[in-house]
């Protein structure tokens, strides 16, 4: 495709995203997700909208908080943006009220009017809990939220430099292995905390963070040798034969990507930006499912078949994490390939994902394209991939001459 | 279909069962499953047969020696009759030298040479356990695992007397659910216990808890009001309006509806069989899927979209278990419909789940019957529900006069 050509698809793409982010996906969480009797976010909805359950899971609590705070920043009216930061208060407030255990972690899963259910071995919940209260903090000017976020970090913190006080899946004496997801979202929760803060020295000290965070990934998950990003490594960032340890998650390599790109935009440090563009190619490279078109959920580095049965599965995040991360990879860089790797992801996922009879897009879809599971939002899927990655690409505008 | 006509179908098909169990499915496990160093049973394999991991989960150890032991008591030599034994008597002996824990309960995953991984919350682990040592005891005259069976028993009482001793999913306070994957499955480890005891004490003693297994299911998971079984229930046996309390699995109830049946052989109690012809006939009604074919994985009571993003997904295991049980209902009944039923899934089972270019099964497709994995062993599918389902049809043959 020739240049001109190129811009032009990329426009009405961009137009999609318009589209498909301020009539379909965002009204419906504004109008579906608020509790207004018990606060907080409803989330687990079915193809039609209605309501599947009224447990609130912390991971879209903490999300959807962040994405309205992020969404109030760039309000076009001071209307909007109190809509938008009113409705990231209901969010703040819950999680403050009844998200945090004694202990100073999070729960996983809260019933509608706030009371604890599960609380799980993992720190996603602490992350998500504090990149929510973190940005309403600063946004809003809440105080109380952002020492709560900071709190969380150092709570975070803490686990990681102690694993050994986390409740292991596996039994005492067992070595654990090291996860990328951990690394990965680490960087984009301080990132965000970066972009919230005003104190130069903050910013400073966060960018040191960020900086020894993206050391780790390249020493622990970033395989040049064998063109891949892995999921898990030893203690020493060698690669184990074992299921886990040859795991290739797609979504996850291309999600770290575009992180990898912002850190370059940030820091003008042009290593950054290399390392994404490889991990682009190899992510397209392995990823894509040349057969029936999209994403592979896993993969096996020796191609042994994933023991994840949903592993040929269509996820919906890992084509919105595609679609930025091309699309922001051509911007940055003006290669052409990037644009139509766009493309190619933008042709599936907007001729896949989206509903064609009730509101917002399918989260899963069988090899072969046909949905796999009606549900609007459930514990993992909910107002935070989609309207991110449609706000990101449209934010690209200026920097794409479009 | 007319009589003549459904029993030559039902021939044929039986003809089937004969050359995949003895042409597939067992020369496939007898030869790539047994580990002659270590001892104890491979069963993470590829689509192509080549081992994906050398880690050993402990339902497989104790599934395939129970397997074993079983068809050494109709084995047609002595010859034969050996060979499974011995072959049963490497995984009762790799179970009892690394499966049990200090506490008295069984792990849940071992490294190849039985080096602990790996435990869990749930006791199925002690129950597959319980039901290989006990095969295996019972066939070789082997005191010790024997022994070690009815001490499981044993801890499974215990901890299901006292549920607050195992570590909950949920936090301390909730109210937890009852589950009929452990009622089912009690049935069927102590009718296997009875038919492996000549004691007629031992068999009155197992009659008595197999009918409280079944009062139990009855009285909590049974519902004639709503033609369902559901997979769990509040304390009192009441339906609980989450998506948990909701769901329903028809293989599950298909497994139980066969369960009910051989009781029915036992204690000419004409009760069982009456219920288990209703759990067949509401599995049919609600679970197959009318326009691809196949029984769904998971559906939710009151059509929600199920939280399982695997729902659609067609798995082999409910396809057996419908197989032996329409059929034992048709045998049983010599009511028509039960063949019919019969016919159905062995078109579909037959159709879609034989590997047409390795050996095995496939065992999870999509919606539409695309493969969704080539994995033809992992931690839940090993040598099992397909040779069992398949061994029990074919003893049905003198009962049908085939």
């Not at 687990?44 to 359950?53: I, K, M, T």
């Not at 042994?304 to 592993?311: F, L, M, V």
């Not at 090899?367 to 939002?377: E, Y």
């Given at each position: 495709m020739n240049t001109i050509h190129t811009k032009e698809a990329i426009r009405n793409y961009l137009e999609t995203c318009t589209t498909q982010l301020y009539d379909n996906i965002l009204p419906f969480w504004l109008q579906n997700?608020?509790?207004?009797?018990?606060g907080g976010f409803f989330h687990?909805?079915?193809?039609?909208?209605?309501?599947?359950?009224q447990e609130k899971g912390i991971w879209v609590q903490g999300r959807f908080t962040w994405l309205l705070s992020w969404l109030s920043n760039s309000a076009g009216s001071e209307k909007e943006r109190s809509h938008y930061l009113g409705l990231a208060e209901t969010g703040a407030r819950f999680i403050l009220d009844h998200a945090i255990a004694p202990n100073g972690r999070c729960y996983y899963l809260l019933g509608r009017s706030g009371e604890p259910l599960r609380q799980r071995r993992y720190l996603f919940s602490e992350v998500f809990t504090a990149l929510g209260l973190h940005a309403y903090g600063s946004a809003a000017g809440d105080k109380e939220s952002v020492e709560q976020a900071k709190r969380l970090i150092e709570v975070i913190n803490h686990y990681l430099a102690h694993p050994e006080l986390l409740e292991s899946?596996?039994?005492?004496g067992v070595v654990s292995l090291r996860s990328h997801s951990m690394t990965m979202i680490m960087i984009n929760l301080f990132q965000q905390m970066r972009s919230q803060s005003s104190n130069a020295e903050v910013k400073i000290g966060l960018t040191k963070r960020i900086e020894k965070q993206i050391d780790e990934f390249l020493r622990y998950f970033f395989h040049p040798s064998e063109e891949v990003v892995l999921e898990f490594s030893d203690p020493e960032g060698e690669i184990v034969d074992t299921p886990a340890g040859r795991e290739i998650n797609p979504g996850h390599s291309l999600e770290t990507a575009w992180f990898l790109m912002e850190e370059y935009r940030y820091t003008k440090n042009h290593f950054y930006l290399e390392r994404a563009m490889q991990i682009v190619d190899w992510a397209f490279a392995r990823?894509?499912?040349?057969?029936?078109?999209g994403f592979f959920s896993f993969l096996d580095l020796y191609d042994?078949?994933?023991?994840?049965?949903?592993?040929a599965m269509k996820y919906w995040w890992p084509h919105t994490e595609a679609l930025y991360a091309s699309l922001l990879a051509y911007a940055l860089s003006g290669k052409e390939n990037y644009a139509d790797y766009f493309l190619q992801v933008a042709d599936y996922l907007f001729g896949s994902f989206p509903d064609p009879e009730y509101p917002e897009w399918f989260g899963y879809l069988s090899?072969?394209?046909?949905?796999?599971?009606?549900?609007?939002?459930n514990l993992w899927k909910g107002p935070f991939h989609i309207p991110r990655s449609l706000k990101l690409c449209l934010d690209l505008r200026p920097l794409l001459g479009l």
């Open positions: 997700a608020p509790d207004t009797k018990h687990q909805f079915d193809r039609n909208g209605s309501l599947n359950s899946k596996y039994l005492p990823g894509w499912d040349t057969r029936y078109g042994h078949d994933s023991p994840h049965i949903e592993a090899r072969d394209g046909v949905p796999a599971s009606g549900a609007k939002g």
